[in-house]
């Protein structure tokens, strides 16, 4: 089991059900600034002409999580079903996760004054043998599709081999796992919502690149205790 | 003053009244009751300011303290921590104190490696100096931290970690320059130099291997390109930290010893450093991220930048390289590599978190809250409450150093007698 998810960004529509949901299920501090995900709003132009870019986002569960590797007591662990998760009660407070996050995740619980960040509704869902995230859950669009990569039958991966996508800050090297579909029949309007730079994924051409980081992390993966 | 000999040791006996009434002693009082004061701050921000869940807001409706825990996270400041820029003042005072403090002891031990002459008689007040300086860094992080959970550094130890390592560190390097002071107080017995010399030797060591993990700490944290893209970061460390801590070692010569050869020698060694302090800038912003040195060369932080340049090199060069016979040339120079050095420290670590994060599609930077405007570079000031604690860890230094000169005669004022 390999979780990851798909964001068919595009058809975001900004209503927050998903950063409600979220808050709600995992009772997560109150507070614009204490967001497990978000929405993020991107104002541009072509040709005088603004228009918004809609990105909704949370933490990338990357396969190669630089955030892991600094915490000094072991607070954020690569846990199994390859997600990152965060034990509050050994947050020394150090603030090393949040500094080297490349996506900027993770925020203070001041309830718990420990970091927090998204687990894949680990606690409150996947435990109880749900499959999906309250934001996925919660989306009346389907921006989100939670899934196993490993599997290559699974809904997700049967997407991800149908349509390209990208990820975020690839130059980072941290392998996320939150893959954006670009639009099936609209590419030039998508790539004007993202870097020019940003390089466009098949699912042929990431799976090595996600073997890889899995065979380096996975000794590193622990069971969680709730 | 009368001096009694337990196990072979002078203990001065010093009365109550000196003990409160000592000059250096009042000014160590207050600077520790502004850190009470920004300890006591920080602990009801932390612990005590009202916060709220969804589970909360759900389960007890209309609940008064509820109601203002809404009204804090909707119109407060949003808690302590910002999460944009997790890492401040704290980690500045930190760095500065623990690297400065830490380049005294390696001086020191050093010249009593290669027995320098004139570092014989103040090498214990110079050591309890250095000693102060870490205990202020430690006390700075300590507040930074949740105290509370510290004792899983203990219980559940990552190896891997920078942060993590820095714990065994002190707990090996700490008691060896306490006993590096006793032995220098006790020079009498040649066995005692024997051991020292060894223990001079392991500080040799423990001291390259602190700024190499302080390093690799900064080096972890991968988003933040002005700390992964200097250059040999642990040399930036050592030619910043020893510069100030030959200008410290130099201030407290013109206070404390009145010795002109002294403080002639450290403001020597400290032009050197500088110097080299100035060429490392200079050849580290070849290689440093464009979008963070934009921001300090030429955005928000070049007023800053140029002013630590100048603090820093420029006029402690101009003072120092003529050497010029003026005392008071020597004092301003050591205070301008002090207070420059604090200063790029700080544009260090503000620096490494002025891009923002938040430039996650390339397409332009985003809000982190409804409420926010759109940052292109991130600065928050830091609470009072971190001001406090930062400024009054001053009062560490002076309190340590006084203490272990009332008890112990440290300084060489002391030692003459």
Sequence with gaps: MNYAMSLDYQSCIDCKACEVACKEENGVQLGADKQRIWVTQIEKSIFGQPFVALHPSQCNHCLDAPCVDVCPTGSSYFAEGGIVMTDKDLCILCKGCMEACPYDARFVDDTHVAVDKCSFCYETRLVHGEVTTACQATCPTKVRLLGDIDDEESDLVKMLKERKFYVLKEEEKTVPKLFYLLPEHDDYYAMNSVDPSTTIYTWDTFKPIVEKAKAKRKPQWKKIIL | ?417
């Design chain 2, 1 to 417: 003053m009368e001096k009694n000999h337990p196990i072979n040791f002078h203990i001065n006996s010093v009365g109550i009244k000196t003990f409160l009434t000592d000059k250096m002693m009042i000014i160590a009082y207050l600077f520790l009751a502004l850190a009470a004061f920004g300890v006591i701050e920080m602990i009801y921000e932390r612990y005590f300011l009202l916060s709220a869940t969804a589970f909360d807001a759900g389960l007890n409706p209309g609940n008064r303290d509820v109601a203002n825990a809404m009204k804090e996270a909707v119109f407060g400041h949003g808690g302590e921590v910002k999460r944009e820029a997790p890492w401040s003042l704290y980690i500045v005072n930190y760095m500065y104190m623990i690297y400065v403090g830490s380049g005294i002891i390696f001086l020191v031990a050093m010249a009593e490696l290669f027995e320098v002459e004139i570092i014989v008689k103040p090498a214990a007040g110079f050591l309890t100096l250095g000693l102060g300086m870490l205990f202020a860094g430690l006390f700075t992080i300590m507040m930074d931290l949740n105290v509370l959970n510290v004792y899983w550094m203990i219980l559940s130890p990552q190896f891997g970690s920078g942060m993590w390592l820095m714990m065994p560190l002190y707990m090996v390097y700490i008691p060896l320059v306490i006993l590096e002071i006793y032995l220098i107080l006790n020079h009498q017995k040649e066995w005692i130099k024997k051991v020292a010399f060894m223990i001079i030797v392991v500080g040799v060591l423990v001291e390259f291997v602190e700024f190499y993990v302080q390093a690799k700490l900064f080096d972890m944290n991968s988003a933040r390109h002005l700390w992964t893209t200097y250059p040999i970061l642990p040399l930036y460390f050592m030619v910043s930290s020893f510069a100030a801590s030959l200008a410290i070692m130099g201030l407290y010569s013109y206070l404390m010893c009145k010795s002109a050869l002294l403080m002639h020698t450290l403001e020597r060694g400290a032009l050197y450093f500088v110097l080299a302090l100035g060429a490392y800038e200079a050849i580290a912003y070849l290689f440093i991220d464009r979008k963070w040195a934009e921001i300090i060369l030429f955005g928000d932080f070049k007023y800053y930048f140029y002013l630590y340049i100048l603090l820093a090199v420029i006029i402690p060069f101009i003072l120092l390289f003529k050497d010029y016979l003026n005392k008071y040339f020597k004092l301003i120079a050591s205070l301008s590599i002090i207070v420059g050095t604090f200063l790029g420290k700080a544009i260090f670590v503000y620096g490494g978190n002025a891009y923002p994060m938040s430039d996650r599609f390339g397409a332009g930077f985003e809000k982190y809250g409804e409420y926010e405007e759109v940052k292109e570079v991130i600065f928050f000031m830091p609470p009072w409450s971190e001001i406090a604690i930062v400024i009054g860890s001053l009062g560490i230094i002076l309190f340590i150093f006084r203490v272990a000169d009332l008890f112990f005669g440290v300084s060489v004022v002391e030692e003459k007698n």
